[in-house]
């Protein structure tokens, strides 16, 4: 089972026992533990992954945090978990304290749903009082689940995380912002939109209170626009390949249901096998459809790496170039997608530029 399969099989068993965890105790035990266990570590090994780890702070000697990560006897990674029932908010503080007084470039504080990531991104040795990454396992996005990888213990790459932990808290944050004005926009945020060329006339409150509904239906109705223009853009670009296998005299079957071959499966993991040295193996999946059998990046339907017709009478790979032209390719056997390992290879390197 892959990284990602076993974190969504977690994310989906913390939702059905979530509440029947009463303690700390068993948060721990039963959601923390595990959850580091995906990642690769050893929790029973108290080298690898200590219990109560005493970090002293000041005066105070004895002050443990709840689990330290180790590499080469020292820590790296700080972890402070609460009960599930409880939110998160000032909770951080105990970890604040523990931070400077350790090695440890990252430190994680947790509730066994939420997981939030700290770093010294403003300051050297001293935590942020902001996470640079937070995921919640009831509430799990594909994108976290590529970052989160790069904790794993067989991939961790301490400068590598550092350099894309300021990038990811500060596309966090303004994530943030732009969800409260796009939800509620502010009143400074409405004089800025009506100074645009908009409403020339003194921008009184009582101009502001007249557009504000104005100017959030707007951006409602943009987004919207958005999203409708990337749906019917995957939606042309599947009719188009409908079109071309007619078009080179195609059957195409017409049928209530998509039924996934062995073959299909089984062409899939070729690809996957040419691929997986060249861009992270993660990323391709497929999409089955009446039509044709695709090969994805990113499970993304605009970014096709090939289609594949696979037919008792007849095989077909079929893809794409840069001036959206498409090639065909006749196959005998499945073996034979290793001869066009290079052109696979160059159209999956293009889109994870």
């Not at 020339?200 to 557009?211: A, G, L, N, R, Y």
């Not at 943009?222 to 995957?234: D, H, M, P, R, S």
Request: proline share 3%.
């Amino acid at each position: 089972m892959t990284f990602e399969e076993q974190i969504k099989s977690f994310a989906e068993r913390a939702k059905s026992i979530k509440t029947s965890i009463a303690t700390e105790e068993a948060t721990k035990t039963s959601l923390v533990m595990p959850f580091f266990q995906i990642l690769g570590y050893d929790v029973f090994n108290p080298n690898e992954f200590t219990p109560e780890y005493v970090a002293d702070v000041g005066i105070k000697k004895g002050e443990k945090v709840d689990y330290a990560i180790l590499q080469n006897k020292k820590p790296v990674i700080l972890i402070e978990a609460k009960s599930i029932k409880e939110a998160l908010t000032n909770h951080d503080s105990q970890l604040f304290r523990y931070f400077g007084t350790t090695t440890a470039k990252f430190a994680i504080l947790t509730n066994g749903a939420v997981y939030r990531f700290y770093t010294d991104l403003d300051e050297p040795n001293k935590m942020d009082n902001t996470p640079f990454l937070e995921i919640d396992v009831l509430d799990l996005k594909e994108p976290q689940i590529q970052e989160l990888k790069k904790f794993c213990k067989d991939c961790f790459d301490l400068n590598k995380i550092i350099d894309t932990a300021s990038e990811l808290k500060y596309l966090g944050l303004i994530r943030n912002v732009l969800k409260d004005i796009f939800s509620n926009p502010s009143d400074a945020y409405v004089r800025f939109i009506l100074g645009c060329g908009v409403f020339e006339s003194p921008k009184t409150q009582s101009v502001v209170d007249k557009f504000k509904p104005l100017v959030k239906k707007s951006i409602s109705a943009y987004i919207n626009e958005l999203v409708n223009e990337k749906i019917q853009t995957a939606l042309k670009t599947d009719e188009d390949q409908e079109k071309t296998l007619k078009e080179q005299g195609v059957e195409l079957e017409d049928t209530a249901h998509t039924v996934t071959t062995e073959s299909e499966i089984e062409a899939y993991y070729i690809v996957k096998s040419i691929l997986r040295n060249h861009i992270d193996s993660s990323l391709i999946t497929y999409k089955d459809t009446q039509s044709y059998f695709g090969i994805l990046f990113d499970n993304k339907v605009t970014k096709w790496i090939c289609r594949l017709y696979l037919r008792d009478r007849a095989m077909f790979m079929y893809m794409q170039d840069e001036n959206k032209e498409f090639s065909k390719y006749p196959i005998t056997k499945l073996d034979d997608l290793y001869k066009h390992s290079d052109i696979l290879v160059k159209k999956a390197m293009s889109f994870s530029k």
